[in-house]
């Protein structure tokens, strides 16, 4: 019977326990409930709504420096002014070059017969036959035609 009365006190003191336990539970629900978090999503929208509408700004500016860069790539050569100024300069230069060499070597052809007439050689032929055959020998040892 011992173990009996040890047993129910045990079980009295459990209960107990168990009883300060129920009541705590109690007054901590009521606090909960009469403490209640209300659920909204109210602050949530307001701060994506700032973060969309910094992102639209962000996303202006960048439209803006896109436009910016597309408008220099546009107005931007390949080489450089400087470049493609020393190349005409050149190229002009090299036209002046052979147009002036082909007029000196068009005089020097003029001057050629202007020094030596072709009818000064005929009739200082005519006048001497012996130098008219010595003439002819020297053009074929020569191969002019």
Same mark, same amino acid.
């Given at each position: 019977?011992?173990?009996i009365?040890?047993?129910m006190e045990l079980m009295s003191d459990e209960i107990q326990d168990f009883q300060v336990a129920l009541l705590q539970l109690?007054?901590?629900t009521n606090e $909960? /409930?009469?403490h209640s978090i209300p659920i909204s999503t109210?602050?949530?929208e307001r701060q994506l709504g700032f973060f969309f509408q910094k992102q639209q700004e962000k996303d202006a500016l960048m439209a803006d420096k896109l436009e910016a860069i597309d408008k220099k790539l546009k107005k931007a050569y390949i080489l450089p002014k400087s470049m493609g100024i020393l190349f005409g300069s050149v190229l002009?230069?090299?036209i002046s070059i052979i147009c002036y060499?082909? $007029? /000196?070597?068009e005089n020097s052809k003029n001057d050629k017969n202007d020094?030596?007439?072709a009818f000064q050689y005929g009739e200082y032929l005519k006048e001497n036959p012996g130098r008219r055959e010595a003439y002819k020998n020297w053009l074929q040892n020569h191969n002019i035609p």
């Open positions: 019977m011992k173990k009365d040890e047993i109690r007054k901590m $909960l /409930q009469s109210e602050v949530m002009v230069l090299l060499m082909g $007029l /000196q070597l020094v030596y007439p």
